[in-house]
């Protein structure tokens, strides 16, 4: 079955510094999404990445979808603790499939 | 509200109880999902309903997890003989269904502890 892997794990920053976020697939992607995760609170969808090479942008973050390296990633720029959450990707678990599964998460923290 | 409704927001149990969780999701959304998030872990599938289709239930982590969705809209998960383990935030999304890439809109989720 497919699987989606994050790195890092975590991630503690300094406001004001840039920082990458990793989502690798163990099969191909039929597309992507980027959640965020407030800290008990439900997830927020933040874009939705459908074709190879496809890169979209909201307020500081961007994200890019790389269909041959069968990989997203999405970059904050100049971060702030209002970034501060769980970073989560997800997708069709196959062509076809309506099965949505989701890559183990990415939390930040952000020190001000 | 216009959002997924997720009933109880906290439960507590003891073990071997049975306990349902609801979930009401966006009108006019044919597609809803359950899916549970242990702590510190990820999301995990669940079970899949779509329309009047048979749901994909291939998540489901034993026979005493169950779900059902009645009339194409609320939907009820149930869990019989609670174990240690089943704690875990459990999450339910719709979405407008019909096409691979529509956005899951997800509840605030059921957090249960079995104690």
């Known amino acids: 079955s497919q699987e989606l892997e994050q790195s890092p794990q975590s991630l503690i920053v300094q406001e004001g510094k840039n920082l990458t976020i990793n989502c690798t697939s163990s099969?191909?992607?039929?597309?992507l999404y980027w959640y965020k995760q407030k800290y008990g609170e439900g997830l927020i969808f933040l874009m939705m990445l459908q074709k190879g090479g496809e890169e979209k942008s909201h307020e500081k973050i961007t994200a890019k979808l790389d269909e041959k390296k069968q990989q997203s990633s999405l970059h904050i720029t100049a971060s702030q603790p209002s970034h501060a959450g769980i970073y989560l990707c997800g997708a069709p678990g196959a062509s076809g499939t309506y099965k949505y599964i989701f890559g183990t998460g990415t939390r930040l923290k952000v020190l001000a | 509200g216009a959002g997924v409704s997720q009933s109880p927001s906290n439960k507590v149990t003891e073990k071997g109880k049975d306990v349902e969780l609801r979930c009401d999701p966006i009108s006019g959304h044919t597609a809803l999902y359950w899916y549970r998030q242990s702590l510190g872990q990820g999301l995990e599938f669940l079970i899949y309903f779509q329309g009047n289709s048979a749901p994909d239930k291939s998540g489901l982590p034993s026979d005493r997890f169950s779900a059902e969705r009645t009339g194409g809209s609320v939907s009820t998960l149930t869990i019989q003989r609670t174990q240690q383990e089943d704690s875990a935030v459990y999450l339910c999304?719709?979405?407008?269904?019909?096409?691979?890439?529509?956005?899951?809109?997800f509840g605030e989720g059921s957090r249960l502890t079995v104690l």
């Open positions: 999304a719709s979405s407008l269904g019909g096409q691979i890439l529509w956005e899951l809109f």
């Open positions: 099969k191909t992607l039929y597309g």
